[in-house]
């Protein structure tokens, strides 16, 4: 009942609340360029999906944070110390995401585990480490509202004296947009999906209104891959995104946009190496100054395919069109797993999405590197 009388509480503060911006942003002289809302668990290294849509001339409406990695005040507060990095404070607004997923606790997510097994990957509901905390690790399980400063205190970064764009939370600053411009802004999801099924809850009309919606989330074939790898390869498939917040996940893929598009195994494709890493610094820049320092090696490109692919469809070489579920039954081994489905075995009222198989690499690597050698800022934005 209590989670009812919120989402009931939040839908009449919206209808209540008149459309408005967090601040002047220079873009909205640009009435031609696609609109985007990019909603992701942002860390220190984890900016460049926002370049990647400054770089293809894409007008960004705001950047919200949502709880998968760490909390999601955490994680906004990253995004607005790398905003802050770049000189884009001015011109992008950050909001602060919904602190839980749905239904999901630390509590409830290692209770999870202790019966049915472990995950690789474990994201904000890894336990508490005040000793990894100390040396600069997002926080994880405990109170949500805790900021841990140590993250912040590294080279090249700093603590932002940005603030979160008003005290408007995340969900609805995209039901506000949303009907300030029907059918002309893409949703962007590197991260859980709470905020986007909030929204969906709070206005019927939400789904329908936006252009469509982009996952970087939705493995399919995770039991294979978590059982013949060692538990680094499993945690690359872990889907976090889905397990932080099952529920949110199936509102989502269950909803009214007119058009998903899940970007899952495609997305770990593009693995980052040295030698890509050093490639990217010879143009120095903040933005390569992070990447260099802190993106690291042996991992995919995840959030950086998914807005690849969003910007871009023509690096898409491979897709197929399939229905979806989650599993959101809390009993199961598979609780927050994607189900696909084809058309002829798919139990009714799911809907079809369309999933990225492969890709143009190669492509992708280097709007990947343009987009950080070469920053938009809050100038050429001002100018489009």
Request: glycine letters at 8%; aromatic letters at 10%.
């Amino acid at each position: 009942m209590r989670s009812i009388d919120i989402l009931t509480t939040l839908a009449t503060a919206t209808l209540l609340h008149s459309a408005h911006g967090a601040r002047p942003r220079p873009s909205e002289a640009n009435m031609t360029a696609p609109k985007v809302i990019l909603d992701n668990d942002w860390g220190i290294a984890q900016f460049i999906p926002y370049l990647i849509a400054l770089d293809a001339g894409w007008d960004i409406l705001g950047l919200v944070s949502d709880t998968s990695d760490s909390w999601a005040l955490q994680t906004g507060l990253h995004a607005l110390a790398t905003l802050e990095r770049g000189g884009l404070s001015d011109c992008i607004p950050v909001y602060r995401g919904a602190d839980y997923p749905l239904l999901q606790t630390p509590n409830r997510f290692q209770a999870y585990e202790a019966l049915l097994g472990t995950l690789p990957w474990e994201g904000v509901f890894k336990r508490e480490n005040i000793t990894a905390e100390a040396e600069g690790g997002d926080p994880t399980s405990g109170d949500p509202g805790r900021i841990v400063r140590a993250a912040f205190e590294m080279p090249y970064y700093g603590y932002p004296n940005a603030t979160f764009a008003e005290d408007t939370p995340a969900a609805m600053f995209m039901v506000e947009q949303v009907r300030k411009y029907p059918g002309e802004i893409t949703i962007y999801s590197g991260g859980a999906l709470t905020n986007i099924a909030l929204a969906v809850r709070m206005d019927p009309t939400f789904a329908q209104n936006t252009k469509g919606l982009f996952i970087m989330g939705g493995y399919v074939d995770r039991m294979v891959q978590q059982t013949t790898g060692d538990v680094f390869q499993a945690s690359l498939v872990s889907d976090i995104n889905f397990v932080v917040d099952p529920e949110a996940a199936k509102i989502a893929l269950s909803a009214a946009f007119p058009k998903i598009t899940l970007v899952g195994n495609a997305a770990n494709l593009l693995i980052s190496t040295q030698e890509f890493l050093d490639e990217i610094y010879e143009v120095k820049n903040p933005y390569s100054e992070l990447v260099h320092a802190y993106y690291g090696t042996g991992l995919p490109f995840w959030d950086e395919t998914a807005a690849a692919v969003m910007v871009d469809p023509s690096i898409v070489t491979d897709s197929v069109e399939f229905y979806v579920d989650i599993d959101t039954a809390y009993s199961s081994p598979y609780y927050g797993y994607i189900r696909p489905y084809q058309a002829a075995l798919m139990p009714p009222g799911l809907r079809s999405v369309s999933y990225v198989n492969n890709l143009n690499l190669t492509a992708l690597a280097s709007r990947i590197k343009h987009s950080v050698q070469y920053p938009k800022g809050c100038a050429d934005l001002a100018s489009l």
